[in-house]
C-alpha cells in the first residue's frame, strides 16, 4: 500500500485544490557524527545560515533554511539517545523526512484509523517549540515519518 498524504490530511469539503491545506515536506533530519563538520558544507559550499543550535532528545540540533524548507542536522550529545544509537546501527545521513500538516491530531488520527503504527500517539513539544509526532518506519517504507503543524 502506497503511503497517501490524503490519508493524514482531511480535505475539506472533500475538495483537494487549496494548496495550503496540503503537507508539504518542513524539514530533513540528517544524522551526523560531528556537527561542526557537517555544517561547514551547508555553510561554506552552499551558503546558508544556520539557526542557532537547540537540544532535543539527547541532540544537538541545527536547522538550516533551504528554500521552503529546512535542513535539520542531529548530533547526538548522550551514548544512549536516539540519535546516537541511529548513528552506531546505520552511521550518518538521512534520519527522517517531516511533513507539515494543517491539523497534526486529524493527521494522527487519520493515521491510527488507516492501521498506521505511531511512535507518538500524541503530540509532544520537539525543536522549536512545535507540536510533533512521528509515524513508525516500518508503517511507511522504512522511512521514519515526523508530522507537525
Do not use: W
Not at 541545527?62 to 552511521?91: C, H, K, Q, W, Y
Amino acid at each position: 500500500m502506497l503511503f497517501s498524504c490524503s490519508l493524514i490530511l482531511p480535505r475539506p469539503f472533500g475538495r483537494r485544490d487549496r494548496l495550503a491545506d496540503r503537507p508539504r515536506i518542513a524539514h530533513v533530519g540528517i544524522a551526523v557524527p560531528d556537527l561542526d563538520a557537517a555544517l561547514a558544507f551547508y555553510r561554506d559550499v552552499l551558503d546558508l545560515t544556520p539557526h542557532a543550535p537547540e537540544v532535543a532528545d539527547g541532540a544537538a540540533i541545527v536547522s538550516l533554511p533551504f528554500g521552503d524548507s529546512e535542513v535539520e542536522l542531529l548530533a547526538p550529545l548522550e551514548p544512549e539517545s536516539p540519535i546516537a544509537r541511529f548513528l552506531d546501527r546505520r552511521g550518518p545521513g538521512i534520519h527522517h523526512i517531516c511533513y507539515r500538516v494543517s491539523n497534526l491530531d486529524q493527521a494522527l488520527d487519520a493515521c491510527r484509523t488507516a492501521g498506521y503504527r505511531l511512535i507518538d500517539e500524541t503530540p509532544r513539544i520537539g525543536a522549536g517549540g512545535r507540536r510533533i509526532a512521528f509515524v513508525h518506519p516500518k508503517a511507511t517504507a522504512g522511512i521514519l515519518l515526523e508530522l507537525t503543524e
